[in-house]
């Protein structure tokens, strides 16, 4: 559509030819239910989620390969032990993201931009407050998550000279997860994409600066993730205080009732859903690290390299998640239901395509990507026999990640936390029943549990559309 002043996703622009005193308020112009679907608009908020996933990789498998260039093994798998740590610390928290996202997706279509600011601001509120409890809670935390990740001995030192420098990006990281599901809900992917790059090039380039220049050791991985989350948060506080989005948002501070429980209850309650299945989530992934660091140093890097490249293979596919959060949540809003489900089938055969070219190119380039990031011979040989895996997760995760963003979308947050606690429950029986045979039990069960979440994604969507899309 072509509008005068501030575009947003969904039709929605700020009439600058009103009254002045009217300049905050928006007309919304919903597409049409009808109308033909917008595919284009499904590689537009993709093509860039990919793009900024990938860069956001960078951190842990850039971590990987700068350690694995100084030959040892503890170490290597002292910054796995270290990602696991903050994957369950601070990615648990990536809630603030994905439902701002998707509640900002529905004020689109439903009322605009003051509404829109309004959630950002809950969204930073009770980060912040998270942040300050994270890091009042630090000497407990931390020795308890290297516990429970089995570090030991040469790891476990490693690993808490790592984290104990990180841990105090926390108020960084919780008001970056806001801003950015504010700018993905508005379909502001450009300069999600200009943001996210520059941050994880600044993590990388500076780790290898601190670690193979000024050799800090592991310290200098944490130092640079440290410096380039606050330096992330600055170029958003920015970005969002800029222009006409800037004025709203002040506007809406100095009207108030951001913290009044009745306002914030809406937010809170789909909030809580998703944080307790990223819980659950994240003790998952945490299991792989815990049950490999059993079996011993090289057996430990070498799933942990598997394991960032999983998380590769996640943040690429979760492009088409970040669609679904956006569209889906439009149609949600203008409670168009043949919209909405012609999204859902859309985005997961686009999806589909890319999963098979991830699929390919680890089938044809796995053993050299593998050797590339070992610190040894033995973890090289140990990660090459597990490379199959490696061409098997993008089938096995595609429709979950499509599906979750589409729950979040719609704020089915309840119904996703019940998708992930029974794929997990199906999962911890998998884990004891494949023990024997090793780390291929440990990756067999792993597929098991993304297949099964989607299968129990798919079987609740028909009573949810009945229910929310009833005429």
């Not at 279509?109 to 009042?136: C, K, N, W």
Request: glycine fraction near 10%.
């Amino acid at each position: 559509m072509t509008c005068q002043g501030f575009p947003l996703g969904g039709g929605i622009a700020i009439d600058r030819r009103q009254h002045p005193r009217e300049k905050y308020q928006l007309t919304v112009t919903s597409s049409n239910p009808a109308g033909p679907l917008d595919t284009r608009a499904i590689w537009v908020i993709a093509l860039p989620a990919m793009v900024t996933n990938v860069a956001t990789a960078l951190i842990g498998i850039g971590d990987m390969w700068i350690v694995g260039q100084l030959g040892d093994a503890p170490t290597q798998g002292a910054v796995d032990i270290g990602a696991r740590l903050f994957a369950v610390l601070f990615t648990v928290m990536n809630f603030l993201k994905t439902g701002t996202t998707g509640l900002v997706a529905q004020a689109g279509t439903r009322s605009g931009l003051p509404e829109q600011a309004a959630v950002l601001l809950r969204g930073l509120l009770v980060g912040l407050a998270i942040a300050a409890l994270l890091l009042l809670a630090k000497p407990v935390l931390l020795p308890l998550f290297l516990d429970a990740l089995g570090a030991s001995g040469e790891v476990r030192e490693a690993a808490r000279i790592y984290a104990d420098i990180r841990y105090w990006s926390a108020p960084a990281v919780m008001a970056n997860f806001a801003a950015i599901g504010f700018l993905v809900g508005q379909r502001r992917m450009k300069t999600v994409l200009l943001v996210e790059v520059a941050y994880n090039l600044l993590n990388v380039g500076l780790g290898l600066w601190f670690v193979l220049g000024l050799d800090w050791g592991i310290a200098g991985i944490g130092w640079s993730s440290f410096i380039a989350e606050f330096a992330k948060l600055t170029a958003l506080s920015v970005i969002l205080l800029a222009g006409a989005g800037g004025r709203a948002l002040l506007e809406r501070t100095r009207t108030g009732g951001i913290a009044r429980i009745r306002d914030l209850k809406p937010f809170l309650s789909v909030n809580r859903d998703l944080f307790l299945r990223t819980v659950v989530l994240m003790v998952a992934l945490a299991a792989l690290t815990r049950l490999s660091a059993e079996r011993g140093a090289v057996v430990l890097a070498a799933n942990g390299i598997i394991y960032q490249l999983f998380v590769f293979t996640a943040l690429l596919l979760d492009g088409f998640e970040n669609a679904a959060q956006v569209l889906n949540g439009e149609r949600k809003g203008a409670k168009d239901r043949p919209g909405f489900t012609a999204y859902v089938r859309a985005i997961l055969w686009r999806g589909m395509a890319a999963a098979v070219i991830v699929a390919v190119a680890f089938a044809l380039f796995a053993d050299p990507i593998l050797a590339s990031f070992a610190a040894t011979d033995e973890v090289r040989v140990a990660a090459q026999e597990l490379a199959p895996w490696l061409v098997a997760i993008p089938f096995a995760g595609l429709a979950g990640f499509v599906l979750d963003g589409v729950y979040v979308g719609a704020s089915w947050t309840g119904r996703l936390l019940w998708t992930m606690m029974g794929a997990a429950l199906v999962y911890a029986i998998a884990l004891y029943l494949t023990w024997p045979l090793g780390s291929h039990g440990l990756w067999l069960s792993f597929c098991l549990f993304l297949v099964v979440r989607a299968i129990l994604q798919v079987a609740f969507m028909p009573g949810l559309l009945r229910r929310d899309f009833a005429t």
